[in-house]
C-alpha cells in the first residue's frame, strides 16, 4: 500500500505522532497537509522523547518530510524546531517545505490571542498560535507565502497591504499595539536565507515518489472533530485535518490515496471549549487524566477527558473513509473495575440515535447511553503480543472493531514506538 493517510480519529491528540513514527519506519516520505504550530507530536524513540509542532513526525526517522500547501508556518518555530533536531543530532536536510504554504505572521498571533480576550466566556480555547486568523487571511487572499519571503521586494508590498487592514484592527478592535513595517519585513526577509534551501515543489515530489511506487506517509495534525467543515464547529480549528485534506493540501489527486488509518484512544479527550457527550462526570476524569497524562503537549492546558465514544467514532469512520483503525492508550484503563462505553445518544425528544447528528443543537444537547465492558484491573506492562492481551482487554478492542465494522490494526499499549502491537 504505498499510500497511507492518518488520521486523527476524535478531537485530537489521540497518539498520531507514535503510529506515524511507526509507519514512518517502513515510508519513503512523510507529508503534512494541514495545520501548523497548533499541532504537538510527543515521539518517544531510541529512548529519546521528541516534542515537535511544525516539522512532520518522519524527520526523527530520516524520511524526507514535507510541509504541504495546507500547512500554516510560523518560521521562527520551524527554525528553532529544526536548529533543536539538528543539535541532537537529526538531519533536517530531508525537510521539503512547499513555497504555497501561508506564514503565520506576527499579526496573526497577536489577533488569534485578542480575539479570544473579547470572545471572553464565547472563546474557542485556541492555542492561540495564530492559526485561524492565517487561515483566515488565506482565504481572504491577503495571506503571505513561504515563497513571498524569498523575494525582498514583493514581501514588503505584501506586508504593507496586509498591516495598513492589521493595524487598525489592531488598534481600533482590539485596542492592541500595532506593528512596524520595518520591524517585520526585516525580521521575515531574514529569514530567506535560512528558508530557501527547504523551499521546494511538493506537490511534484509526491507525485513522482507515488509513480516510482514509493510509501507515502499523509500524517494529519488535530483530528476529525476539529475539521473546519466536518468538525464541531466552531469549536474547531480552521483546517481540513479529514483524510480527503491530504489531496488538496499536499497538491495530488484523491485517487492517489490507498489506505486511511484512524487514529483513536481507547478513551476520548478534548481541549479547548465545545459540546462533548461522553466527558466524565466526577472524579475519575481526573483520575484519567493523570493516568494518561493528558495535559496538553503545546499549550500544557488539562485535557477534559472522557469515556470511548462510539457514535462519533462511526461518524470519523464515515467523513474520512477509514480503512482500519489504531486504538491507543489501552493501557491507561487497565486501572478501572468497569468501563462505560458511549453506544447512542439520546437526543432532546427522548430519541436514541446511533447516528452523529448532522445538527449543531441536537449535538450541544445529546447525552451518552452507556453500554458496561469489564475492565481487566491488571496492567498491560508485559503485554507484548495482542495474544497476551487479557481476555477483557481483548474483548473491549473487539468490541469496538465489530461496533465500527473496521479491522483494528495496532493497539497501543504504552508511550514508546515498541510498545504499539500490530
Ligand atoms: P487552533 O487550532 O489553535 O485555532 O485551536 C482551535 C481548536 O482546536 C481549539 O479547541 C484547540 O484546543 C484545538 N486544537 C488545535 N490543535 C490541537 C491539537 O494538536 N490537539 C488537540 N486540540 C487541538
Known amino acids: 500500500m504505498p499510500s497511507t493517510v492518518v488520521v486523527g480519529a476524535q478531537w485530537g491528540d489521540e497518539g498520531k505522532g507514535k503510529i506515524v513514527d511507526l509507519l514512518a519506519q517502513d515510508s519513503d516520505l512523510v507529508c503534512r497537509y494541514q495545520g501548523g504550530p497548533n499541532a504537538g507530536h510527543t515521539v518517544v524513540a531510541g529512548g529519546e522523547t521528541f516534542k515537535i509542532r511544525q516539522t512532520p513526525t518522519g524527520v526523527i526517522s530520516g524520511k524526507t518530510s514535507v510541509i504541504g500547501a495546507g500547512c500554516v508556518v510560523d518560521p521562527q518555530v520551524l527554525l ?19 513555497g504555497n504554504a501561508h506564514l503565520i505572521m506576527p499579526w496573526h498571533v497577536a489577533i488569534d490571542q485578542a480575539s479570544e480576550r473579547r470572545l471572553g466566556s464565547l472563546q474557542i480555547g485556541t492555542t492561540r498560535r495564530g492559526i485561524g486568523p492565517a487561515y483566515a487571511d488565506k482565504a481572504a487572499r491577503i495571506g503571505i507565502r513561504v515563497q513571498d519571503v524569498l523575494d525582498p521586494k514583493i514581501l514588503r508590498q505584501k506586508i504593507e497591504v496586509a498591516l495598513a487592514e492589521k493595524n487598525l484592527w489592531l488598534e481600533r478592535i482590539y485596542e492592541a499595539e500595532p506593528f512596524g513595517l520595518e520591524d517585520v519585513w526585516e525580521r521575515y526577509a531574514g ?16 507525485d513522482r515518489a507515488l509513480d516510482k511506487g514509493k510509501n507515502v506517509l499523509f500524517e494529519g495534525a488535530q483530528a476529525t472533530l476539529l475539521d473546519l467543515d466536518h468538525g464541531t464547529y466552531p469549536f474547531v480549528t480552521s483546517s481540513n485535518p479529514v483524510a480527503s485534506g491530504a489531496a488538496t493540501g499536499i497538491g495530488i489527486g484523491p485517487t492517489r490515496i490507498d489506505r486511511v488509518l484512524g487514529v483513536a484512544k481507547a478513551y476520548v479527550t478534548r481541549v479547548g471549549e465545545g459540546p462533548f457527550p461522553s466527558e466524565i462526570v466526577g472524579p475519575d476524569q481526573d483520575r484519567l487524566r493523570e493516568l494518561g497524562g493528558e495535559y496538553g503537549t503545546v499549550t500544557g492546558r488539562e485535557r477534559r477527558c472522557g469515556w470511548l465514544d462510539l457514535v462519533a467514532l462511526r461518524y470519523a469512520v464515515r467523513v474520512n473513509g477509514m480503512t482500519s483503525l489504531a486504538l491507543t492508550k489501552l493501557d491507561v484503563l487497565s486501572d478501572f473495575v468497569e468501563l ?7 437526543l ?18 445529546a447525552r451518552p447511553v452507556w453500554q458496561m465492558l469489564p475492565g ?47
Open 80 to 98: 528553532d524546531e529544526l536548529d533543536e533536531l539538528a543539535a541532537r543530532g537529526i538531519d533536517v536536510s530531508v525537510v521539503v517545505v512547499s
Open 191 to 206: 529569514y530567506a536565507e535560512r528558508l530557501a534551501p527547504f523551499v521546494g515543489d511538493v506537490s511534484l515530489l509526491v
Open 340 to 346: 462505560p462505553v458511549c453506544v447512542r445518544y439520546r
Open 348 to 365: 432532546r425528544d427522548g430519541t436514541e440515535t446511533a447516528d452523529f447528528p448532522a445538527h449543531q443543537s441536537d449535538f450541544h444537547h
Open 376 to 422: 481487566w484491573s491488571q496492567p498491560l506492562d508485559d503485554v507484548s503480543s495482542v495474544d497476551d492481551l487479557p481476555p477483557a482487554a481483548a474483548d473491549y478492542v473487539r468490541f469496538v472493531g465489530d461496533a465500527l465494522g473496521l479491522p483494528i490494526e495496532l493497539v497501543g499499549v504504552g508511550a514508546s514506538r515498541e510498545r504499539v502491537l500490530a
